[in-house]
């Protein structure tokens, strides 16, 4: 699938994107505090660049892009240990830099590389 004009993408940031996001990945949180809504939190962060800039991943439109991604232990271990805080912490800077003019420019690519951060997901292939 080929990616939304900028255009398209620039209206719904300004539209959704700047307030959805945060909510998304305060719901993603809380679901990842319950073992049982753990995996659907996870999913909800790799989804943040979507849900900011219709921003599509690249293993959608090139199935040879997932399978670089690291196992799935493995990033359930980075998860465990590093992942829930270091992303937490990282989500909350570029929230924090989205509300300002000068820091929107650092917050997009910092929410881009949320999933990385997270789960170690590779949202880019």
């Keep these: 699938m080929a990616q939304r004009s900028l255009l398209t993408r620039a209206l719904w940031f300004v539209v959704v994107g700047w307030w959805a996001t945060p909510a998304v990945v305060n719901v993603a949180w809380l679901l990842c505090a319950t073992v049982v809504g753990a995996p659907l939190g996870v999913k909800l962060i790799n989804l943040v660049p979507t849900v900011l800039t219709l921003k599509e991943p690249r293993s959608l439109g090139d199935p040879d892009a997932a399978a670089g991604q690291r196992s799935l232990a493995v990033r359930i271990?980075?998860?465990?240990?590093?992942?829930?805080?270091?992303?937490?912490l990282w989500a909350n800077v570029a929230s924090f830099l989205a509300v300002t003019i000068v820091g929107l420019p650092l917050a997009i690519p910092m929410f881009d590389r949320l999933p990385l951060v997270t789960s170690l997901y590779r949202f880019d292939g």
Excluded: E, N, R, T
């Excluded at 271990?77 to 829930?84: E, H, Q, R, T």
């Design 77 to 88: 271990l980075y998860f465990v240990f590093v992942g829930w805080w270091l992303g937490w």
